[in-house]
């Protein structure tokens, strides 16, 4: 029987090249993120379909690659929707089988704890040019620090990691979702009307202040709510004066100490930097998922045009989960983003490991074959990459081609 | 809505201390097989059900996590079987996987093609202690070498790995099909038993020649061919002169070639390697899959008590999919074994950089705040890992859990 030969729809067979890059940027993120004191964990990539199902995962919930009951358990005579059918899917995204990790393991872990998770994560979206329906996201998350100092530590460990990688003029977007709902507030829009409010908002980048007005009066929004609330973002900078100008201006709708604190983390980002980006307050920044609770932010990269990254505090979902409530904050990377962009620049991996090539003539005779091979440990020992292959007949070919895989020194062994 | 915060049945977990033995193992399976010219690829964790359900999988196939049909494609109603439902799988070996992988990509891989994975795979086998429904397997395969080199090159990768990660003492036992088939033949089996000979056979190590010839006895076979066939194994010597007895010995049955080449294997890995290891002729190999057509091999290891890998020539099995013959030989090592006895064992991973606590009085203000980020950013550039958290009440039990996880040096900041 012959095989189907392509990957299922919308997946991908990742190719040695990519696979060089996709390797060296997960040691760069173990490796800079381990700096920070954060531990690798790991969940199962199937979860159970409750926690699925459990709301957390908005959109997602509607993306799931569901798995079939086994044996005795799956009745397909009786079953009548889909739901009787499976017991389990593959995960959509890390947080929700974190959240089932920490409440399943919190007393083996530290506390705080600081967590690195880089899996595969599945979604059944339409298939589209770069996005896969399999992909690997890449999350930090620090689980019972309720101070800023979580914020300052998830976005200094993803700068310092970005710097690292040579990316350079990008910006962290930051903002917190107890100002925007001030602002809303002070605005005088209905509080159960917020969302309309965010999701048109968050176009800003698209639309404009001009197309922002517009949607919002087309929902029927008062013209001084809309006037009142679009004049504020006239005035706010996009540096801690803005800041302060939110602090001064919402006094009376906003604990002073979340601007207090926002202040805190921009100015602690931006003076222990040791990468090339800038630190930016900016109201518009939403983050669509309604969990976060506190501080959000996104990391904008011109040569993307969009965003690599973000994240947020979510102080009250792990207590939802478990009962118990924890503070929590995280920051996701856009790995197969960032991997994409290395690709594109035609990034050359920093290696320092000398790669050989030893050709041996066909049908060498097992003694003279010997010492060949002990010559090759010998180099392998020291370092060097030696890789053994018999001597083809078509040997410039041959060469070509290892060249383009990275040989630069050939060896050739023939029997006489 | 409370979580299920269990794992799904028969998947786990991985706490902190386990992950760190995991990538540990992997950097250095990534780092010596490289040293042999392997290139790491991947495949999607989610393959076509055609291609799971191709006979290549033995037993394995009945044990597949399947995928349900998404959207308009799963007719509930009108289904009758479980085919009608799902249209994927999760993988349950990386074998499958990589034939297709090789057909859809040959052209734009070298030739011949030496292939690491690593990579996570399902059964939804009854779960036992030490047995999981969701394993990473770890594989290396030479795809279009015709020749011993590939068998060499393979059995000296994986035991210059075991050697790195300090096992002893261990015995690669290696055979080939053919030989197998040969002995059985020589013997007066009729060749369509040769499968129920070899399943006997391969009980060996726990019944003895006794149990062995007991059981032939009771699937009728003559006594004749039991007292030849066993008469061989107890002349066979697990040295290369065994091999040589048998290519005597079979020489109206057997391509001395065979028995030559295997004598070549055993004398190269014998004479080249660098790990505290032995590699003897086992007659009494069998390995189950049936797609083995030369060279066999399995790692024994006393500590474990088992086979901790294995693998061997399969050079039929890619073209039966593709068309194309397609020479291939094969190693995979149980990641899953070695983890577990590294663990057992209390190994300590070699490490130099230090690792040292921060921690800082609550409420510390800002502008105290600062210089001690700085200070942190300087010894992680400097290879130092610095874990900064708020000191807590019980600052003596803070610290004995940061001591556990590793933490030798604490530096206190206070706000005065």
Redesign the interface.
């Known amino acids: 029987?012959?095989?189907?030969?392509?990957?299922?729809t919308g997946?991908?067979?990742?190719?040695?090249k990519e696979?060089?890059i996709?390797?060296y940027v997960m040691?760069m993120i173990?490796e800079t993120y381990?700096?920070?004191?954060f531990?690798?964990?790991?969940?199962?990539?199937?979860?159970?379909i409750?926690?699925l199902s459990?709301?957390q995962g908005g959109e997602n919930e509607k993306l799931i690659?569901?798995?079939?009951k086994?044996g005795e358990k799956?009745k397909?005579d009786t079953?009548e929707?889909?739901a009787d059918?499976?017991?389990?899917g593959?995960r959509y995204d890390l947080t929700v089988p974190l959240?089932?990790?920490y409440?399943?393991?919190a007393s083996?872990?530290?506390?705080?704890f600081?967590a690195l998770q880089m899996g595969?994560v599945?979604r059944?979206d339409r298939p589209q040019r770069g996005r896969f329906?399999?992909f690997m996201q890449c999350d930090i998350d620090i689980l019972g620090?309720s101070?800023y100092?979580a914020e300052?530590?998830l976005v200094?460990a993803t700068t310092?990691l970005l710097g690292k990688l040579d990316f350079h003029n990008f910006t962290i977007r930051i903002n917190d979702r107890k100002i925007l709902k001030a602002m809303a507030q002070y605005s005088g829009f209905p509080e159960e009307s917020f969302d309309t409010v965010f999701i048109i908002l968050d176009k800003m980048d698209k639309i404009g202040l001009e197309g922002v007005a517009e949607e919002l009066e087309k929902e029927g929004f008062s013209k001084e709510s809309i006037d009142t609330y679009l004049g504020m973002f006239k005035e706010i900078t996009s540096d801690i004066e803005g800041v302060r100008y939110c602090k001064e201006k919402l006094r009376d709708v906003l604990d002073p100490k979340v601007a207090e604190d926002l202040?805190?983390i921009i100015?602690?980002v931006d003076?222990?930097k040791?990468a090339d980006f800038k630190i930016s307050f900016d109201p518009t920044l939403v983050r669509g998922m309604s969990y976060y609770t506190g501080p959000i932010f996104e990391i904008a990269m011109d040569e993307f045009g969009g965003s690599v990254g973000g994240g947020g505090r979510y102080d009250e979902m792990i207590g939802?989960?478990?009962?118990q409530n924890t503070s929590a904050c995280g920051f996701s990377i856009g790995f197969e983003r960032i991997v994409m962009l290395l690709l594109e620049r035609g990034y050359e991996i920093p290696t320092s490991?000398a790669k050989k090539?030893y050709l041996?003539e066909k049908n060498m005779p097992?003694d003279k074959?010997?010492p060949i091979?002990?010559q090759a440990?010998e180099e392998?020992?020291n370092?060097?990459?030696?890789?053994?292959?018999?001597m083809k007949k078509n040997k410039k070919f041959q060469k070509e081609?290892?060249t383009a895989?990275g040989y630069t020194e050939f060896v050739e062994f023939f029997n006489k």
Chains 1, 2 share one sequence.
């Open positions: 029987m012959a095989l189907k030969k392509k990957p299922v997946m991908k067979d990742i190719l040695p696979m060089e996709r390797n040691n173990r381990g700096k920070f004191g531990t690798a964990i790991e969940t199962p990539c199937v979860e159970h409750e926690n459990s709301k690659f569901k798995i079939l086994r799956l397909l079953a929707c889909e059918l499976v017991d389990s593959l959240s089932r990790y409440s399943n393991n083996q872990l530290p506390a705080p600081k595969n599945w059944a329906r399999q620090e101070t100092l300052i530590e200094m310092t202040e805190t100015t602690a003076s222990v040791n939802k989960f478990t009962g490991a090539a041996i097992a074959l010997l091979l002990k440990e392998r020992k370092g060097v990459q030696v890789n053994i292959s018999i081609q290892m895989e």
